[in-house]
């Protein structure tokens, strides 16, 4: 399957809670979904930035709904690819929500973190990365926050002491598991010369029971 984009393509992203709907951002601004199932026509498509190109996409896996955009203009644009708060959008083009300039010069890439709903990360040719915290954007919260699952609404944070008794307990996993590999492979050398020892045996009987008879 092939499907003709408007320009050279920057980005592709699948929506994580609609797996059948794939994602591009080409260099002339236009961000378009495709449902995989049926490439003939797009689900929407729509002009993100009108001066320079967006360079990356991003879905926020744990909202629904959620994506976001970065471009050269140096800011991130938030989108809402829902109708209405719950209902997947099938027609209609996503509706900003939201934008910052991130001061970190031209952005080429974007990333939601994957185990908190608010927090998104960006980089570009300022030689640096940016961090964008929305658990107090009061806009974004009031949009997107009932959609979050209850488990991930406060997840609990890791302290250092945890985080580290994780680490070695996973040290002493690889250990263990490296020293088992190590024992099993010296059973298994151990048996293949116990293995090559009874041939040697066997044969040297043989060419003694030969001699013999060739004595008589």
């Not at 570009?124 to 979050?148: N, P």
């Not at 050398?189 to 001699?211: H, W």
Request: glycine share 6%.
């Amino acid at each position: 399957k092939k499907v003709k984009i408007t320009a050279d393509c920057e980005s592709l992203a699948w929506d994580p809670h609609h797996s059948q709907y794939l994602t591009s951002a080409t260099e002339d601004g236009v961000v378009t979904c495709w449902d995989v199932r049926q490439l003939q026509n797009p689900v929407w498509s729509f002009v993100a930035e009108e001066y320079g190109g967006v360079c990356d996409i991003s879905y926020n896996p744990l909202v629904p709904g959620l994506m976001a955009t970065c471009a050269i203009n140096k800011t991130v644009t938030l989108w809402d690819t829902y109708r209405n708060g719950h209902e997947l959008s099938t027609t209609e083009p996503p509706q900003a929500c939201g934008n910052k300039t991130m001061n970190v010069g031209k952005l080429y890439t974007l990333s939601f973190y994957q185990s908190s709903p608010w927090l998104l990360s960006c980089g570009g040719g300022g030689k640096e990365i940016a961090l964008w915290d929305m658990a107090r954007e009061t806009a974004i919260q009031t949009r997107f926050g009932g959609r979050v699952k209850e488990d991930q609404q406060n997840p609990t944070p890791i302290t250092e002491e945890e985080e580290e008794e994780k680490d070695n307990i996973t040290q002493e996993e690889d250990f263990e598991a490296m020293m088992a590999a190590k024992d099993k492979a010296m059973d298994k050398v151990r048996e293949n010369a116990e293995t090559k020892q009874k041939r040697s045996k066997k044969k040297k009987k043989g060419k003694n029971k030969k001699v013999h008879r060739k004595g008589r």
